[in-house]
């Protein structure tokens, strides 16, 4: 019996139950079209809101001094300066950089004063970059690289109750313990939807920012993206080998480890919905499997009184399961494929609350799809894995069947 | 009989653990009037030391009774005329190269002092130690060779402090602070001042160098050396006034 033979004859056998086969190719098909769209939505927000959300804060990864992550000292600083940039511009991978003097110090406007967080920006490259100037909501962005002007959160303008084109003070510590002091003009109110932020944060120029803390051409991070999250980690890994031990890279996990726990969470629950989905289409798969071995105990046993190895006997029976087994899995992905190719290219809008609480998050409020071929493999495999699992049963009996009593039909 | 007899004994113990609660604050109260009288002046430089760099900065400072004090930077060049003033709660920053008085808000005291080791709160609001906390004589312990006292001090219910309990080592017969380490909410210690070089400044005896650690940072500190001290002189309090603090060109 030829390999080809035992292929035709399985395909032929699982046939003979054409209504059976189709509800269990069905049902599996039906599970990985469910799956897919639901873990290729997930994916497709990760990675869409991941290399948005980055943008305005952690970027794909950061270039600091090695010290400064630990308590973001203004003494912690990386060069500025030409040949830095041009180094970090070769680093494979990297399709922006843009550098940022990120710190801390007291804001005064009237008779009050608050901790803020400052922000110093190089205006033109920041807004191509994370479109900074589309953020503001009232007043209008920075116009020159070096102009005294502050952009605030909107909670903060509410708390110093500022208007367009009042004065703004910073007050603190400047670069190895010199005094930084200075006043600025409000030139605009940016909004910010996650709300600590928006209470906290003064945007200032680049060279502004560098003059109040007197730090010379320095900054304390230049920020990294890259052409796709997935590139993340070789691009984390050629910049390492590319800047050496005296600068550190931490990529967006690290800056922001309350982004990567939600999404470890949500994928999480994600694959934990979907194994409870298989579970149910592996019983089903796992009884059509057991019936398709059960009523046929008396042809197994005239097939091996004739002469036929037990063990082509257990193959033929692998081989019926399998067809089963891909025949839905080829449905499934060719009724989701279609499906997920139309979400890729128009994306859920997402209204109302929902909409509002994605915003919160500094999402955006689609839902786009992802069509990496990971996914559907993975599918796949979680098939397989259940075929394999319900494939021990017949391959049990068909070892154990008696060939004396099968015939008899006595079992 | 047996009850009159621990009626007896809880009130004789009652007594001494009030006594005992009585003159910690009395030691205290005696410290810190030590160190300021009923009104103050003194002239210090500060050094702060850090591992990549050190910076020096002169100021002088008046105090009068608890709740006044103006402390004005003489040098370096670029922060000269920079003051802080304390009026009871409120403090404000005198900002000469803006031109702008910043108030400090209450959130901010526990903030580095001129980028120093000392807190907004340790350099203008010493008072509170007395009027805010509550004082527990905890053992008696030697500090660099002079015999102490150690007293715990707790802030009471409410009050406007940004420290979670004191220990204070003052010496006997002198009344100087000689140690203090502050601990936050959590228990942690989180700075230790310790005083040193006694000697007679404005005719007292008064530690003439005080330096404040960090617990957490071994490598750097902050040193304040104290040049002249003048004690209980007649000062208005509208010396203390916001435009003084702008005008004081001494």
């Known amino acids: 019996m030829t390999p080809e033979f035992t292929a035709r004859l399985a395909w032929r056998n699982i046939w003979r139950q054409k209504r059976r086969t189709l509800i269990t190719a069905g049902a599996i098909s039906a599970a990985l079209l469910l799956a897919l769209f639901m873990r290729s939505m997930q994916e497709g927000s990760y990675s869409q809101n991941l290399d948005n959300a980055t943008r305005f804060y952690s970027g794909y990864l950061q270039l600091q001094e090695p010290g ?344 | 009989m047996k009850k009159s007899l621990i009626f007896l004994f809880i009130v004789f113990f009652g007594m001494a653990g009030l006594a005992q609660a009585d003159s910690a604050s009395e030691i205290i109260t005696k410290a810190d009037l030590k160190m300021r009288g009923q009104s103050s002046y003194t002239e210090m430089t500060m050094q702060i030391v850090r591992p990549s760099w050190t910076r020096s900065m002169s100021m002088k400072a008046w105090t009068k009774e608890q709740n006044y004090s103006l402390v004005l930077v003489t040098a370096p060049a670029q922060d000269k005329g920079s003051s802080s003033l304390k009026r009871f709660k409120e403090m404000w920053n005198w900002v000469p190269n803006i031109e702008r008085i910043i108030k400090i808000a209450p959130s901010m005291l526990g903030q580095s002092w001129m980028g120093s080791d000392f807190t907004n709160d340790d350099l203008i609001n010493q008072s509170s130690i007395v009027v805010d906390y509550i004082h527990k004589l905890i053992k008696e312990e030697a500090f660099d060779k002079a015999p102490c006292w150690v007293v715990e001090a707790t802030p009471k219910p409410n009050a406007p402090v940004v420290w979670g309990k004191q220990v204070i080592w003052i010496s006997k017969g002198e009344y100087n602070m000689r140690k203090v380490e502050y601990y936050d909410e959590f228990e942690d210690l989180i700075n230790t001042m310790s005083t040193f070089d006694v000697k007679t400044l404005g005719g007292r005896k008064i530690p003439a160098r005080q330096e404040m650690q960090p617990a957490d940072k071994p490598d750097q500190k902050t040193v304040l050396l104290y040049h002249k001290a003048q004690f209980n002189f007649d000062i208005p309090t509208d010396f203390f006034s916001q435009k003084n603090m702008r005008d004081l060109r001494i």
Not at chain 1, 247 to 255: G, H, P, Q, S
Not at chain 1, 376 to 401: A, E, H, N, S, W
């Open chain 1, 68 to 411: 400064f992550a630990e308590n973001q000292s203004i003494d912690r600083l990386l060069p500025a300066d030409q040949s830095f940039e041009t180094k970090i511009r070769s680093i494979k991978g990297v399709s922006i950089a843009v550098p940022r003097l990120e710190s801390f110090a007291l804001g005064a406007a009237g008779d009050r004063s608050k901790g803020v967080m400052v922000m110093g920006v190089a205006p033109r490259a920041e807004n191509d970059y994370s479109g900074l100037a589309e953020r503001v909501q009232k007043g209008r962005y920075f116009s020159s690289e070096d102009e005294k002007a502050v952009l605030v959160g909107g909670k903060l303008a509410e708390y110093f109750s500022l208007k367009i084109g009042n004065e703004f003070v910073l007050y603190g510590q400047g670069y190895h313990g010199t005094t930084a002091a200075g006043l600025y003009k409000v030139a605009g109110i940016i909004h910010f939807p996650n709300q600590q932020i928006d209470a906290r944060i003064v945007y200032l120029p680049l060279k502004t920012a560098q003059a109040l803390y007197q730090t010379g051409n320095q900054v304390s991070a230049w920020v990294l993206h890259g052409d796709a999250v997935k590139e993340i980690p070789r691009l984390e890994k050629s910049a390492r080998e590319q800047m050496g031990k005296s600068v550190k890279v931490r990529n967006w996990a690290d800056i922001s480890p309350e982004l990567a726990q939600q999404i470890a969470l949500d994928r999480a629950s994600g694959i934990f919905m979907i194994l409870v989905l298989y579970g149910v289409v592996g019983f089903g798969l796992f009884a059509t499997i057991v019936m398709m071995t059960l009523e046929r105990r008396r042809e197994f046993a005239v097939m091996l009184a004739t002469g036929m190895e037990r063990a082509k006997l257990q193959v033929l029976v692998i081989l019926e399961s399998l067809f089963i087994a891909l025949t839905g899995v080829i449905m499934g992905f060719v009724l989701a494929f279609p499906i997920l190719l139309w979400f890729y290219y128009h994306p859920i809008q997402l209204t109302g609350d929902l909409a509002a609480t994605f915003e919160e998050m500094g999402f955006e409020a689609i839902m786009p799809f992802s069509l990496a071929p990971e996914l559907f493999l993975g599918q796949m495999l979680i098939v397989l894995t259940l075929l394999v699992i319900c494939c021990l049963y017949p391959l049990v009996r068909i070892f154990k069947l008696e060939v004396a009593a099968g015939l008899k039909g006595n079992l």
